[in-house]
């Protein structure tokens, strides 16, 4: 069984073997779990994905498991809560980034009845076009978090090699999709 070379001769436990295997390109369904990837590539910004991969768990219990409705509502008290908690990045613009962008989410579900269906409106768009859309919706994304995010959910190409046994497992789920 071939794998993409980054973790071709990682340990089955290592959290990126863990990641590619189970996460990396799978579609979402959850709006929550959209949310949180959305977060975890912005904190990702200028890390390493191994710190982020690291520290998931504890971003989930920082942001409430991310749920979309209760970030929404983070006053300054929780951004100082958050700024204070070593388990996660303490960085006061990733964290109100995080606050507002849940607050657009709650928008965009009231006018596409989810934040996936949201996406699925716009796909499919070149990684030019997201960027757009995106910067014009959220706050502290880029053209890489864009990517990337876009990328792990499974809405842009490119995530696995062409002979990775996950990637043609997935490609097989969305041609049976079709």
Known sequence: MSYCTYVANLPKD???RIYHDTAYGFEIHSDDELFERLV??????????????????????AYHQFNIKKVAKYAE???ERLLQDAGIIRNRLKIHAAIYNAN?????????????KWI??????SKEEWVKIFKKNFK????????????STGYLPGVHDAD????????????KKK
């Open 14 to 16: 290592n959290v990126h």
């Open 40 to 61: 975890l590539e912005i904190n990702q910004a200028g890390l390493s994905w191994n710190t982020i991969l690291l520290k998931q768990a504890h971003f989930k219990k």
């Open 77 to 79: 008290k929780d951004v």
């Open 104 to 116: 657009h989410i709650l928008q965009l579900q009231k006018e596409h009845g989810s934040f996936k």
């Open 120 to 125: 699925e409106h716009h796909h499919p768009k």
């Open 140 to 151: 502290f994304v880029g053209g890489e978090i864009v990517n990337e995010f876009l990328m």
């Open 164 to 175: 990775c046994a996950i990637g043609i497992k997935l490609e097989k789920l969305k041609s």
